[in-house]
């Protein structure tokens, strides 16, 4: 069946980088997402990667995918305050479009 | 486009009473779901619908019932609420494109206790 396990809490720095990381159990997983939700707000999108692919860089956000391990994670260069928020980790699979989510992870960065 | 709008933001009802949650989206998606948010349980998928007419359960469809008749509205009934749906819902929509990337566009969420 499908899983997707993340760390619950993430505190650092204001200016450090973030790691946060997720493992999924289903190897047929065809996109793997990082959504973020904000205080009293939906989710956003992110970014994704799609499983044929070891990293993706997107600005001051690296997506590394270790598929043989399941292991997917975000990283967040120059954590700003602005960042604080939960950050899910979600798969689909191919010809699905149903997303399943990880618990999420809330990430504090402190001043 | 106002993208995915959720009504109402906030609801407090009875154990016993019914209601229906609203979702619209003006994106001609075709794919439209409803999950719930739980403290430490992330988000569960309630029941999905890959287009007009079609609906279908996601994981926890227990005491919720949803029809698609049109595009564009997709809500979610209660029949006879119970404490434990609590929770904060979300509704979401995207294109479907099977095999494609799910952009899945959320809507603000309704927050909901039942007492």
């Known amino acids: 069946g499908e899983d997707v396990e993340q760390s619950l809490f993430l505190s650092v720095r204001e200016g450090d980088s973030s790691v946060i990381n997720c493992t999924y159990t289903d190897s047929s997983s065809t996109y793997l997402y990082w959504y973020k939700q904000e205080p009293g707000a939906g989710l956003q999108l992110l970014t994704y990667?799609?499983?044929?692919?070891d990293m993706k860089q997107d600005q001051r956000l690296t997506v590394l995918l270790n598929k043989k391990d399941k292991h997917l994670s975000l990283r967040i260069a120059d954590t700003q305050t602005g960042d604080s928020a939960i950050y899910f980790c979600?798969?689909?699979?191919?010809?699905?479009?149903?997303?399943?989510f990880g618990k999420g992870t809330m990430l504090l960065v402190s001043p | 486009n106002a993208g995915v709008t959720q009504t109402p933001k906030f609801q407090v009802l009875k154990t016993g009473q019914s209601m229906t949650l609203q979702c619209a989206q003006d994106m001609n998606h075709e794919y439209m779901s409803w999950y719930r948010q739980d403290p430490g349980m992330g988000l569960r998928l309630i029941h999905y619908s890959v287009g007009a007419g079609i609906t279908d359960q996601g994981e926890v469809p227990n005491g919720y019932n949803v029809s698609r008749s049109t595009t564009e509205d997709f809500p979610l009934r209660l029949l006879s609420a119970a404490p434990s749906q609590t929770s904060v819902y979300f509704c979401?929509?995207?294109?479907?494109?099977?095999?494609?990337?799910?952009?899945?566009?959320f809507g603000p969420g309704t927050r909901l206790l039942v007492l």
């Open positions: 979600a798969e689909s699979l191919s010809g699905y479009s149903t997303l399943t």
């Open positions: 979401a929509s995207s294109t479907g494109d099977r095999g494609g990337v799910e952009t899945q566009y």
């Open positions: 990667i799609f499983s044929n692919m």
